[in-house]
């Protein structure tokens, strides 16, 4: 920007937005700059040149460039300014104290840069200030009394503030948006938070913020979202929380929380994260959420009783996570109404009895993890399930035939149903060429692996351990060249171990315990990569090969 622009004297305004440009601006003090617009910009000079605009300006953005140097103490003398948008730069040194003399500033953006020291308790004098931006700074202490500002949006995330939640009592009454989160911020939630009746978003996440959700939050008429997960938060979840009508967003967790949920119905919640939080009671609370609710995550708690048939009515949810609970009794057959159901993980519960046959008319499904359940009788087909990636069903006690494995969708990635008592034989699953993890050991299989496993060409981890498969390895195993693992141990196979040469990323083989007999000579046709290989307790006919001395990783044999 050359020097001759600053001796524009009637220039009033300067757009020179997203341009590319390089080095610093001019001295700018003999024009009548009211409107600076340099963002995006890459300009790389000093932040000096605030210290020569003249007294007329009213709004500077010089966001995402590279300016370094301090702001100028004599900042305060833009007695105009009403908007200072510096974000994402290099300036560093702290916030001067004279900014308290910027008496029309109304937006401050100074984050994503190096600046830090404390917010200075003169921020506070700013009585047209509506919006503060410091995010990604590095300040330290706390937040001054903000009482006589206009603050209406507050972002001092990821900050490393470590002063007291206190200023939360000082915001005043036309805040809207505050955002604290990733702090170091310590104290509790003050009793007159919920005069704050005009504030939508409350994000205090990861911070050191102890003692008890105050019950005066029901009145915080506005609010929409509340974050306050991953502090040192205890007690129990107020009553007043269910008069929260406006309530989307409602996240707690890992918090030291106890006993149950409040009646939710008359909130307007879609999404919920109770997640690692210590509570105890009743998962009946489901029945009392609204039908707006798209995301349910209530993980590692203590949450007992059964799922109430009215669950099934919540047909906007997506995402049911109730994993590692206390939850009993079976799964009700109503959750075939859960059409928008994508992520269905109840596992590491107590339920019992049949999976329903609903289960497979959940078209959107692409999630289902039921592991570590006392579940009983057959698996259903989920033919409709086309959308499915992912099924993890082991340590279930599951029984009846292992057919539906033919019904599983080519979307398939992952399917672990080892550790259950199915029977029968392994179905076709040539069209399961996106899976890359399949485990069915400790299960009942009979019969031949079949040669369709051939076009399960993303096969990565293969575990058939522990059933009683006889016949021979398919030859079409050695197309499976992305396969790591392989474990067939504990069966009835027979017959000579095919050429494995082409699987070149093989790093476990595990063969104990059948009854292959032949030549060890496909020992020497092992990739480099292999480093365990147990064969042991067949029938092979001669000793180790010669040629072994090019499995250099090989580290069990």
């Not at 669950?311 to 906007?316: K, T, V, Y």
Request: with cysteine.
């Amino acid at each position: 920007v050359p020097d001759e622009m600053g001796m524009l004297s009637s220039l009033k305004l300067l757009q020179l937005t997203v341009a590319s440009l390089e080095g610093g601006l001019p001295d700018f003090s003999g024009t009548s700059l009211e409107q600076l617009d340099v963002s995006y910009c890459g300009l790389d000079g000093d932040i000096s040149f605030l210290s020569n605009l003249p007294p007329s300006i009213r709004h500077v953005n010089a966001q995402f460039n590279h300016f370094t140097g301090s702001l100028p103490a004599n900042i305060g003398d833009l007695t105009l300014l009403k908007n200072l948008i510096l974000y994402s730069n290099d300036i560093s040194g702290e916030i001067p104290t004279t900014i308290g003399g910027m008496a029309s500033l109304q937006t401050l953006q100074l984050g994503a840069n190096n600046i830090t020291g404390r917010v200075p308790d003169e921020m506070g004098l700013l009585s047209n200030l509506k919006e503060l931006r410091l995010t990604k700074a590095f300040l330290e202490g706390g937040l001054p009394d903000f009482s006589g500002t206009s603050l209406e949006d507050l972002d001092v995330s990821y900050c490393g503030l470590d002063g007291d939640t206190s200023f939360l009592a000082t915001l005043p009454g036309s805040i809207r948006h505050v955002n604290a989160q990733f702090n170091h911020l310590t104290g509790s939630l003050p009793a007159n938070i919920g005069d704050l009746t005009l504030l939508k978003n409350l994000i205090l996440y990861s911070n050191d913020i102890s003692g008890e959700i105050p019950s005066t939050i029901g009145g915080m008429a506005s609010l929409e979202t509340l974050q306050l997960g991953v502090n040192d938060i205890t007690g129990r979840v107020p009553d007043e929380m269910g008069m929260l009508s406006n309530l989307r967003v409602l996240q707690l967790t890992r918090l030291s929380l106890e006993g149950g949920l409040p009646d939710l119905s008359g909130t307007s919640l879609e999404q919920l994260d109770v997640s690692y939080c210590g509570l105890d009671g009743d998962i009946s609370f489901l029945s009392d959420l609204p039908q707006s609710i798209g995301f349910i995550n209530a993980q590692g708690n203590s949450f007992h009783g059964e799922l109430g048939t009215e669950i099934g009515s919540l047909n906007n949810l997506t995402d049911l996570i109730l994993t590692s609970n206390m939850i009993h009794g079976t799964l009700p057959s109503s959750i075939g109404g859960l059409k928008a159901l994508k992520n269905l993980n109840l596992g590491l519960n107590q339920f019992t009895g049949e999976v329903p046959q609903e289960l497979g008319v959940l078209s959107s499904l692409e999630v289902i993890l039921l592991r570590n359940n006392r579940f009983s009788g057959t698996f259903p087909q989920l033919w409709d399930l086309d959308k499915l990636k992912v099924l993890h069903v082991f340590d279930c006690n599951f029984d009846g035939d292992i057919s539906w494995l033919a019904s599983l969708p080519p979307t398939m990635e992952s399917i672990l149903a080892h550790s259950n008592e199915f029977s029968g034989s392994l179905p076709m699953m040539g069209h399961l060429f996106n899976v890359n993890d399949i485990n069915l050991g400790l299960n009942a299989l009979v019969g031949d692996i079949p040669e369709s496993i051939g076009g399960m060409t993303s096969l990565e981890h293969l575990a058939l351990y522990s059933n009683m498969l006889s016949g021979q390895i398919p030859s079409q195993l050695q197309g499976l060249t992305g396969l790591i693992d392989i474990s067939f141990r504990d069966n009835r196979l027979t017959g000579a171990i095919p050429n494995l040469m082409a699987l070149t990323k093989l790093e476990t083989l595990d063969l104990a315990r059948n009854q292959f007999d032949g030549s060890l000579q496909w020992l020497s046709e092992l990739s480099p990569t292999i480093h365990f290989v147990n064969a042991d307790d067949n029938a092979f006919s001669d000793g180790l090969p010669s040629a072994i001395s090019h499995l250099l990783n090989l580290e069990t044999l």
